[in-house]
């Protein structure tokens, strides 16, 4: 077996420089362990507790590899005109695999993240309309209370952690998409994550069933953990449902918008399965990365004072209100699009052909994985001028680079592209720039946080910031 590779980008960042920054912070991806001829075992100890160690160091020179494992063909893909094919021109001819629905299926049910085809279609024609610019324009007050929240919490002396930013970005999906804003229901929402997740040994975490199963529901005997999360986090979303019984309200929500959706043909209202699948899926899809992005963007910023302060300043001329807005924003905008270049909250998206194609020149079969990685995209140095190091004015005059550009893709590409980028962005803008306004944030003490993706990509410990009141 060959010994790991030596640690990618360790380059520090380019304008540390303040006697706060700690003398050497790099902003490192873990070491990748290769993947030529790995060990089957130690891929997939890696795959269950950390993707990003999965990847071989020439995974950021080159624009494809196959692998094998278990019997399957593995199509990691970076090239930008082989992503395109894959999520944007042929994006029909993939779907997701039963790895993926097994694992994030307790989640969210048959939502808009996990079905495929006609089902899809619909279900996403009904929900657009919730996410469209405006209705986001107008969900700006929901983001301020829970930034107001999260301030409340610091004032009182609670920590500017991981936690603390999960609890912000579920706060503001409960307020924004549902209009609820009961603690105790977030706090019970944040611990049953938690218990899914638990840093890669709960139910949540990969087995080698998952990459055995040819359907969803395979090896059933062994998704018993599974089975119970998704009960008793469906009765919490029955509860986020239920509390909306006779409540009324001056601007209509995605859940009003849900339950007033009526079908074109029939006239007949949604079904209820499909109520609670949505509301699943967007309490799940829309907070965990949510709090990623924010984390790592106070991160980079706590790390580079000098960009801190060039945000704040265009912070300090402005109306808070606008603070979600790209374009009165745009140095905030282009952090937050840094950030999510850096660390991507989403680190991989996996499909599997359903018939024969050619991608990035190699071919591809029916049933093939083929897996493309925003981390690895981002990160790769034919595609990006100095890749590690955080430079956010590379986005500055590009405020949708997220949607324009092909080697930038933190929320993917095509049919299929997050329908809540637009929201998260500005919930993110929203939160940073009230923290920003009240504080400066300064890194914590001891070593750097380094990232780990068990689904999401969080910091490898409950990394606090120091706070100076300004
Ligand atoms: C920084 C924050 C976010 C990131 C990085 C992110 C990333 C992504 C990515 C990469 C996908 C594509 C997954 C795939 O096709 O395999 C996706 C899909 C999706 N996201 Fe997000 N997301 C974020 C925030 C949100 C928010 C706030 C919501 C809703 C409130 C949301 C709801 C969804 C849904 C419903 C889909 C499935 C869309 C479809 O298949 O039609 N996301 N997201």
């Not at 005059?397 to 049919?415: C, E, I, T, V």
Request: charged share 25%; with cysteine; hydrophobic share 45%.
């Amino acid at each position: 077996m060959r010994r790991p590779a030596p640690l990618l980008g360790c380059r520090p960042v380019a304008t540390l420089s303040a006697v706060d920054a700690p003398a050497a912070a790099p902003l490192v991806p873990p070491a990748p362990v290769p993947l030529r001829r790995p060990s089957p075992w130690r891929f997939f100890r890696s795959l269950r507790t950390d993707v990003l160690g999965t990847f071989a160091e020439e995974a950021y020179e080159r624009p494809a590899i196959r692998n094998r494992f278990l019997g399957r063909t593995f199509l990691l893909v970076n090239d930008p005109a082989g992503i395109r094919r894959v999520l944007v021109d042929n994006a029909f001819n993939y779907v997701k695999p039963a790895s993926t629905l097994r694992v994030i299926g307790p989640f969210t049910g048959d939502g808009l993240l996990l079905t495929e085809g006609d089902e899809w279609r619909g279900q996403r024609r009904r929900v657009a309309h919730g996410f469209a610019p405006a209705r986001v324009r107008g969900l700006h007050p929901s983001f301020a209370a829970a930034a107001a929240g999260l301030n409340r919490a610091l004032d009182a002396g609670a920590p500017l952690d991981p936690g603390a930013f999960e609890a912000v970005a579920l706060d503001a999906v409960l307020r924004a998409l549902f209009s609820d804003a009961s603690p105790d229901r977030r706090e019970r929402l944040r611990g049953l994550v938690r218990r899914y997740l638990s840093d890669g040994r709960g139910p949540g975490r990969i087995g080698m069933h998952d990459l055995f199963a040819r359907r969803p529901d395979d090896f059933a005997f062994l998704l018993r953990g599974r089975r119970r999360f998704r009960a008793d986090w469906f009765a919490e979303v029955d509860a986020v449902i239920a509390a909306r019984a006779g409540v009324s309200r001056d601007v209509p929500d995605l859940l009003d918008g849900l339950l007033a959706a009526r079908d074109a043909e029939t006239g007949e209202p949604l079904p209820a399965a499909e109520i609670r699948a949505q509301v699943a899926t967007f309490i799940a899809a829309g907070f965990e990365t949510t709090a990623r992005l924010l984390f790592w963007a106070a991160y980079l910023l706590a790390l580079d004072p000098a960009e801190q302060d060039r945000v704040h300043a265009e912070l300090a001329g402005g109306d808070p209100a606008d603070d979600g807005d790209a374009a009165a924003r745009p140095r905030l905008r282009a952090a937050l699009q840094e950030t999510l270049r850096l660390y991507p909250a989403a680190p991989i998206v996996t499909r599997r052909a359903l018939a024969d194609d050619e991608v990035a020149g190699e071919p591809v079969r029916a049933g093939d994985r083929v897996t493309i990685s925003p981390w690895l995209v981002h990160r790769h140095r034919r595609l990006w001028d100095d890749p590690a190091a955080f430079r956010p004015e590379r986005f500055l005059g590009r405020p949708n680079a997220f949607l324009a550009d092909d080697a930038f893709l933190p929320f993917s590409k095509g049919p299929r592209v997050c329908i809540g980028a637009g929201f998260a962005l500005a919930e993110a803008g929203v939160v940073l720039a009230s923290l920003l306004r009240r504080r400066r944030l300064l890194p914590a003490d001891g070593p750097p946080a380094m990232p780990v993706a068990v689904v999401s990509i969080r910091p490898d410990r409950p990394y606090a910031f120091r706070l100076l009141a300004r």
